[in-house]
């Protein structure tokens, strides 16, 4: 069973230009959630899915975010005129809504974002 | 306000010494989940352990150990005979019923260097 992949690993940007990320769940898995992390701090939400349905977004996720799962497998996280502070590893994670209680997340190895 | 606090930003301890990290958490929920992970240099969050609010026991998977005090709302982890693999950031995580267990809370993250 192959882990979360994420594509790009790394990317430089320009400010102003957009940018789009990949997401690849665990197979059968049906939720998919972002997350930025910046430099020293742990994870923060961004959003989420079950199956292709986007169910929460944070307040965090601005007007220049936006994230499908048109088919209900991978993902993409989109960020329109990137800003210097958008600067941040970019998480996905995936996991499988079990009968009750909270779901284990098992998390990709992140896109690393640099806007210059 | 934050709702995971990981008061040690940086341990260094000596290798075969033993380490506890310390979590403590704030949550007006009675049906919560607890959880640790690792994120090594590669940047990979690696899932260590979940635990809901209504299991207090004790758990030891070979050299770690999770002490878990509803009391004093904190779930401490002890890495017993540390080694240089040990070296990661180790976070503790929240995930509330009220907000169905979508969202998970990370702490801040505690730096871990095992020196050999």
């Known amino acids: 069973d192959t882990g979360v992949s994420q594509n790009p690993r790394h990317k430089i940007t320009k400010r102003g230009q957009n940018v789009t990320f990949r997401c690849d769940p665990i197979?059968?898995?049906?939720?998919l959630y972002w997350y930025r992390q910046t430099l020293g701090q742990g994870p923060e939400f961004l959003t989420y899915?079950?199956?292709?349905?986007?169910?929460?977004k944070s307040r965090l996720l601005s007007d220049r975010f936006s994230a499908e799962r048109p088919k209900g497998s991978f993902s993409t996280l989109e960020i329109q005129r990137t800003e210097q502070g958008d600067s941040a590893m970019y998480l996905c994670?995936?996991?499988?809504?079990?009968?009750?209680?909270?779901?284990?997340?098992?998390f990709g190895p992140g896109t690393r974002l640099t806007v210059l | 306000a934050q709702k995971v606090t990981q008061a040690q930003t940086e341990i260094s301890v000596v290798e075969k010494e033993d380490v506890t990290l310390d979590c403590v958490y704030e949550t007006r929920d009675t049906t919560y989940y607890l959880f640790w992970y690792k994120q090594p240099p590669s940047g990979e969050l690696v899932f260590l352990i979940r635990r809901n609010s209504f299991d207090e026991q004790n758990e030891i998977s070979g050299r770690y150990s999770w002490n878990f005090q509803k009391s004093t709302s904190s779930f401490n982890f002890t890495i017993t005979a540390s080694q240089v693999v040990d070296s990661a950031v180790y976070f503790c995580a929240l995930s509330e019923a009220r907000t169905s267990y979508d969202k998970v809370i990370f702490g801040p993250g505690t730096s871990l260097s095992v020196i050999p």
């Open positions: 899915f079950q199956n292709e349905a986007q169910l929460e």
């Open positions: 994670a995936s996991s499988v809504t079990g009968l009750a209680g909270a779901d284990t997340q098992y």
């Open positions: 197979s059968e898995h049906n939720r």
